[in-house]
Structure formats: structure tokens, C-alpha cells
């Protein structure tokens, strides 16, 4: 799992919770009209307790809001910053951050290979 798996697992979290909720094996999604199918495996699983771990434990309830609206509820980018006080790039940069730490847990999980943690790039 990379970075750029991560974002994509992270703008379908609340259908693939609710179909957990559902008790359902893979989660249907249908985005601009493009059908995707998400196997919810042990990898998915573990991914969606670390997003909730992490949310779970984050003090800042600004930073707290931002997760619920648009991870955990799926509402857009640019939504979440302007119903916050935030501007754009601290907004990004809580998102990136947020990401980073997602992916560090990823990594202590056994979800990142050793090959696509080398693929990352500095820039």
C-alpha cells in the first residue's frame, strides 16, 4: 500500500465502512458514474481500524472535524475548508499529515512492502 492508495482508500472510507457495517464481503461504489468494487480482505480491515484509531486519539476537534466530514462522511475537499476556519494550505497540509500518519502505521501493520516504501519519491 502506498500513498497514493491511501488517498484512494481514504475518498471511499464511508462506503467501505458502511459496508462493513452491512456485513457485506466487498463494497460497491459508483463514482461519475464508473462502477469500483473494494474487497474488504484483513488488508481493508486493518486500514479502516487504523483510520479510526487515529481519529479516535486526535485531540485538535478542528483537525477532529476535518476527519469526520471528509473522510469518515465523504464530503469534497473544498467543502470541508470552506465550512472551517481554515484556509486552503493548512487545510492540505492537516491532510497530508493526517495521511503521513496513516501511512507510518500502514507500514508497522505489515501493509507496506519494502519495494513500494523504496518507490517513494523526496519530491
Known sequence: MNKKEIYHLLKRYHYIIEAIGNGETEAEIFISGRKENIQIDEK?????DIV??????EDNELI??????NVIHGQTNTRVFADKPLDKSTYY???????DIIYHCCISKGLVTWEEILEERIS
Open 64 to 69: 477532529k472535524s476535518f476527519i469526520d466530514k
Open 93 to 99: 497540509d492537516y491532510k497530508s499529515k493526517f495521511v
Open 52 to 57: 479510526q484509531l487515529i481519529y479516535k486519539n
Open 44 to 48: 481493508i480491515i486493518t486500514f479502516v
